[in-house]
């Protein structure tokens, strides 16, 4: 069971980087780190299409790759 586990999260990890890498920035700079944040939050971007994608895929992922962690932690 540990072993499949730790397998899997391995296999999430690099899906996960891979997923967060090809994502585009939002805004560049210190402006835009400040600003973009507000946009984000406010919900001023809407995604489309690859964006969407990307952002939902990241999220299973992320949560998947908790959920692993947790269990790898627990059987160890």
Known sequence: MLAVTSI?????????IT??????????GLSGAISGGAE????KQKARGLEAFLSKTTVIL???FF????TVAFYM
Do not use: D, E, P
């Open 62 to 64: 992320s949560v998947l």
């Open 19 to 28: 997923v967060v890498l090809l994502q585009s920035g939002r805004s560049a």
């Open 40 to 43: 984000q939050l406010m919900g």
């Open 67 to 70: 959920v692993l962690t947790i």
């Open 8 to 16: 899997l999260l391995v296999i999430v990890s690099i899906m996960l």
